[in-house]
């Protein structure tokens, strides 16, 4: 479990750089796309959120795997904590 439980931080890890680089590129391009579009400031803004369309989606899809990723590593802290409980139980039983 506390094997799984790093290989779960490593990958948290993993997750949340990929999230920060899709935000980066999601930020990158809306700021082009704004500053290179035509019309009024609404006009300018729906067309960069247009252009990054995509980008929004794959920054989605990152937050959606790195809150995978963190409810699985709650998953293995709390087998973790009722093995520990159960040993304890185990070893109390044992002294009497």
Do not use: P, W
Request: proline share 0%; aromatic share 2%.
């Amino acid at each position: 479990m506390t094997q799984e439980n790093r290989k779960g931080i490593e990958f948290y890890a993993e997750a949340m750089d990929h999230l920060a680089r899709c935000e980066n590129s999601l930020d990158k391009i809306e700021a082009h796309a704004l500053i290179n579009a035509e019309g009024s400031v609404a006009e300018r803004q729906a067309k960069a959120k247009l252009a990054a369309a995509d980008a929004r989606l794959e920054r989605d899809l990152a937050k959606a795997q790195v809150e995978r990723v963190r409810a699985k590593l709650r998953m293995i802290e709390s087998a973790i904590m009722a093995q520990a409980t159960a040993a304890k139980m185990v070893q109390a039983e044992m002294k009497l």
